[in-house]
């Protein structure tokens, strides 16, 4: 049965927070007196339907049910996670959580999506202060895994199992170890801000150069090393205790003027809307989401293939998915061994598609590659049997394209094994998208020792279990196109 999750107010952050609990299998309904509040959140959810699957190499579990309710009783009742997006007005959370706690589960997780009010402001008057917990996110909540999450010591019992629920639907948790105002990422944030304004009332630059600046320069360093690590390369061989000794007298110059704002003025807020527009105002803001979107997803898998930073994170969610998954690990794990294998079952990446909208061909032979590197592992060519100097080398690939394949689609791909008998392997893959086939690809495949780097007999681990797929496979029609060359029909 599918957990409960419920979003109490369906803005940008909320709507992120449904798609995020409803994309991991969630249940998840939704209250908002808005009556855009569908639209919206189906805007929102068209986004991440498109973008977050992608960002793994394994299947994602049925999406959940999603609900609207009038009554906030029946929108809380049974939930387990409760999330609150309301506008950041004290007196308002007060209220919400009066009215939520009157109804809801008392073991349920109140989390605050609350950017700057301290879990202590949030818990006073509570009926139960233990429930409610700071679970501060980052836009778009779908993608960003990042979750900063404050207790108090009326809560500190619960914060563990609140991290393991995040990590749980792809998250990662920062356990902030005390509450301060604004907690920590969005510190930074402000930091950067008051400046930006600054040099903007001041026409030291616009809003376009200042963007230009982070995105240019060192926002793509922080986006995979953050400030300290990077400072620490900046030291040299001698790293971070260098880098002190020569740039730690900067923090007396004048440099910046962090301890004083610039008045918000009328002037100073339309100059700032003005040059806004000039800069983006040709695109909506689903536009802007969407490559925004597909900008995270790129620089998000590249993290993923290096097991570095936010990558890191998805690397590990995609072992979840895997261990809950259909693809197979060995050959026992098989149910049928005598029907086409399962080896890839995923979702099309944003940034696997190509100028005319649908996957580009160089993916396919990538997806198709996965497959070989799938039937390689079940049949017990591991990483570790290739550590001990064996492994198969693709010889021949006879790539056909039989239908489009877009974005976000969820393909799967099926391997017969034509032949699995001395140094050779001939396999035969098919990608399909739900019963509709994609394409095709023929493999011959050489073993190898990768010592001489000349074909070689496999070892037995891995001789015998190709041997009984393959033979397992002899009962089954052989595929349309197996043993085809290029020509016309």
């Known amino acids: 049965m599918a957990q409960i999750a419920t979003i109490i107010g369906g803005g940008v952050i909320g709507g992120g927070w449904a798609a995020r609990f409803l994309l991991a299998g969630w249940d998840v309904r939704v209250f908002d007196p808005d009556p855009e509040a569908q639209r919206k959140i189906g805007e929102v959810l068209d986004n991440a ?3 977050l699957p992608g960002l793994y190499d394994m299947p994602m579990p049925a999406e959940g049910a999603l609900s609207f309710h009038d009554r906030l009783e029946d ?56 429930q409610i917990v700071v679970c501060h996110p980052f836009n778009p909540v779908y993608l960003l895994p990042l979750i900063e999450v404050v207790g108090t010591p009326a809560n500190a019992q619960m914060v563990d199992g609140v991290a393991d629920t995040l990590r749980g639907i792809g998250m990662f948790p920062l356990l902030v170890r005390k509450e301060i105002d604004a907690h920590i990422a969005d510190r930074f944030l402000e930091a950067v801000w008051r400046e930006a304004l600054w040099l903007v009332k001041d026409d030291i630059a616009t809003t376009e150069e200042i963007d230009e600046a982070i995105r240019m320069g060192f926002g793509l360093r922080w986006a995979q090393m953050g400030l300290f690590e990077t400072f620490r390369i900046a030291g040299g061989e001698a790293g971070m205790r260098h880098f002190i000794d020569q740039f730690g007298p900067c923090l007396s110059w004048p440099w910046t003027r962090l301890m004083d ?3 918000m003025t009328d002037a100073l807020a339309q100059k700032i809307a003005d040059q806004s527009d000039a800069q983006s105002g040709q695109h909506s803001i689903r536009e802007l989401e969407r490559h925004r979107d597909a900008n995270l997803v790129g620089m998000l898998r590249t993290l993923k293939t290096r097991d570095w930073g936010a990558g890191a994170v998805l690397k590990g969610h995609d072992k979840t998915l895997q261990a809950a998954g259909r693809i197979a690990d060995t050959l026992s794990d098989i149910a049928d061994p005598a029907q086409p294998v399962l080896t890839v079952d995923r979702a099309v990446p944003l940034d696997w598609t190509d100028y005319n909208g649908h996957m580009n061909e160089a993916r396919y032979l990538q997806a198709f590659g996965d497959a070989t590197d799938r039937l390689m592992q079940i049949v017990g060519c591991t990483p570790e049997y290739i550590a001990s100097g064996g492994s198969y080398f693709t ?95």
Request: with cysteine; charged share 25%.
């Open 49 to 51: 339907r498109a973008a």
């Open 395 to 489: 010889a021949e690939t006879h790539i056909r394209h039989l239908d489009e394949v877009r974005a976000g689609a969820r393909i799967r791909i099926e391997t017969q094994v034509l032949s699995g008998a001395g140094k050779t392997m001939h396999l035969f893959h098919t990608m399909y998208e739900g019963d509709r086939a994609l394409a095709t690809s023929e493999h011959m495949l050489i073993h190898v020792s990768l010592e001489t780097r000349r074909a070689s007999v496999p070892a037995p681990q891995v001789a015998e279990p190709l041997a009984r797929l393959a033979r397992a496979h002899e009962s089954l029609p052989r595929p349309e196109g197996a043993g085809a060359a290029i020509g016309k029909r």
């Open 261 to 263: 704002v610039p008045e």
């Open 75 to 130: 929108a809380v009742q049974g939930a387990s996670w409760i999330q609150e997006s309301v506008p950041e007005r004290l007196d308002l959370k007060h209220r919400v959580y009066r009215d939520i706690q009157a109804v809801c589960d008392p073991g349920a997780v109140i989390g605050s999506s609350t950017s700057g009010f301290k879990p202590s402001q949030l818990q006073e008057g509570a009926t139960r202060a233990e």
